[in-house]
């Protein structure tokens, strides 16, 4: 009895076992909203990538932005595909789009956005719709800051795509209110760190959700 | 010589009365001399003014700090909040060819489109403190994806923030950040929405010393 317990407890509040875009709660403890890519192929999220609307300052990066995370997670596989059958779309936001849905003047603080829907048809917008759908991702939309001044570098760029495709793939930022924590990772918020393939951190989150 | 004794005194006692009441004088400015608000006055305003220190989960931004906006913002005002208004919608959908062709994808695979709605404050200038003239009283907006992340404003709330106007969809509506706004708090003094290495250094002082310093940036 008492090992059971002790085994209910521990189920109920053992470590965060991957850090998820969206929690209930009070910070920094709190309930898990699981995202998930739906489609898996051999136990692998599977995404269907296209980049053609990707603007010259980021085609360049993007090859290598794309093949990121299944080169260091046993746990994703990405094809190519043609933008009228892909899964995860990136693309350059113009500057009005940018200026008109984050507002000016804040505009240039956005870097970039992940648009996932559910296979509910559920837009993705805040822990409420989240909790509300069925909580696996059919689609992503990712779009890119047309002002790519405010990226340091072209290693910035494919660190952004691969943050990105990280949200697509359910990933929560690493050192956010919930669970923060200071290992490197491609899914922290602010910045460019230096490097960007995913690290120990975030292959463990992945081993963790797929 | 009686005469040149009393005048004597007369001068004497002037002096005295004069040295008095400048001491008076000087230690009366030094009391109304306003001294920054204490920590304990801080934490008690926090509750009713807080500091947006998150950001939104699905994006990816960077931070900026309040004199970065005031140096961008078209205007620095100094408003009152007069109300809240119902939020708008606006359609991204026919902003450039690639929005239109993602729309079109969308639309027909049946997957939903993004329309975001903005919250909106309608704000009374009180004065502008730099940059451009602005109207009587203008629209302040955010998306309102970012509510909970950007301060929500209650009516009577004063504000000390840059801004700028809104075009295309949002032609009318001028647009704040957490980054570049502070609280008027106990009328004379300010507390900041976002919490960073300047805040550390203004939170709780004057109002006058926060004017001074947006004025002083060239």
Known sequence: MMLLCACFVLANYAPVKAHEIYYEGTPPNGTAIVLKWNKLSSGKAHLEMNGDYLSSSYSGQYATAAIMWPTYSSKVKVDQASFSSSTVDLATATESYWNNRFGYLISRNYLGICDATTTDNVLITSPQTAKNSSKKIKHASIYLTPFTSDLESNNHKIQLMVHEIGHALGLGHSDAEFYPSTADSVMKRYGYHGYYPPRTHDINDLNNKY | ?218
Not at chain 2, 29 to 36: H, R, S, V
Not at chain 2, 189 to 211: E, P
């Open chain 2, 1 to 218: 010589m009686s005469i040149l004794k009393n005048k004597g005194l007369w001068i004497g006692g002037l002096i005295v009365v004069i040295a008095i009441a400048v001491i008076i004088g000087f230690q009366v400015l030094g009391k109304t001399k306003l001294q920054p608000l204490s920590p304990e006055r801080i934490a008690e305003l926090r509750e009713q003014y807080p500091a947006y220190n998150e950001d939104p989960e699905f994006v990816t931004m960077k931070s900026s700090s309040f004199m970065e906006i005031v140096d961008i913002a078209e205007t620095v005002i100094i408003g009152e909040v007069i109300s809240e208004l119902p939020p708008y919608e606006v359609d991204l959908g026919k902003l450039g060819e690639v929005h239109e062709k993602i729309g079109e994808k969308q639309a027909s695979q049946g997957l939903p489109v993004y329309k975001p709605s903005f919250v909106q404050y309608e704000v009374q200038v009180e004065k502008v403190i730099r940059g451009e003239p602005v109207k009587d009283t203008i629209l302040l907006a955010y998306n309102s994806d970012f509510v909970g992340y950007e301060p929500k404003l209650e009516k009577g709330m004063k504000i000390v923030s840059g801004v700028s106007a809104g075009q295309e969809l949002h032609e009318g509506k001028h647009f704040f950040t957490r980054f570049g706004t502070y609280y008027i708090v106990d009328d004379h003094y300010v507390l900041s929405a976002v919490d960073d290495s300047y805040s550390k250094l203004m939170n709780g002082q004057t109002l006058d010393s926060l004017i001074n310093e947006i004025v002083a940036r060239k």
